[in-house]
């Protein structure tokens, strides 16, 4: 099997991840209620997506 001659210092194996982050999610505005929904999903608050509804609002009991 292949293995490293030297170890590698935890600065190097750093510098290869740097790149490796979390991205913000891109964020609108619902056009039917005004909440701020994550693009490309279903607003939670009114059930609308690109101005139709798409699914029912649920009443809490």
Do not use: W
């Not at 190097?12 to 979390?22: F, G, N, P, Q």
């Not at 991205?23 to 999903?41: F, K």
């Amino acid at each position: 099997m292949a293995h490293p001659k030297s170890r590698l210092s935890k600065q190097r194996r750093d510098k290869r991840r740097t790149h490796y982050k979390a991205e913000v999610p891109t964020l609108a505005t619902c056009s039917n209620c005004g909440a701020t929904v994550e693009y490309h999903t279903i607003c939670p608050e009114c059930g609308f997506y690109r101005g139709k509804q798409v699914m029912e609002k649920q009443k809490v009991a």
